[in-house]
């Protein structure tokens, strides 16, 4: 979804991260500060979905209508925990 991909962009820029920098990427696998950020709001979203469906097409509306509706506060919690934890 474009919509993860311009929010993990906008929680770097809040914080004045750059973009390929690797400050988050503590466990050192050589990624950069936007693929650990991703990384870690699509775990949240997968983790997050009511039927506990595991991949993208698993899916129903109704497990997507929730994920969606709740997007932004599963970001905030990603953010929370990089920035405030």
Not at 64 to 71: E, M, N, Q
Not at 72 to 80: C, D, F, H, S
Request: charged content about 30%.
């Amino acid at each position: 979804m474009r919509v993860i991909v311009v929010s993990a962009r906008r929680v770097l820029s809040s914080h004045k991260l750059p973009y390929p920098g690797h400050e988050l990427d503590k466990a050192r696998r050589g990624k950069n500060n936007f693929e650990v950020l991703k990384g870690a709001i699509d775990k949240k979203i997968k983790g997050a979905s009511p039927s506990g469906a595991t991949k993208r097409a698993e899916l129903s509306n109704h497990d997507l209508d929730i994920l969606i509706s709740g997007l932004n506060k599963l970001i905030e919690q990603v953010e929370a925990e990089y920035f405030n934890g």
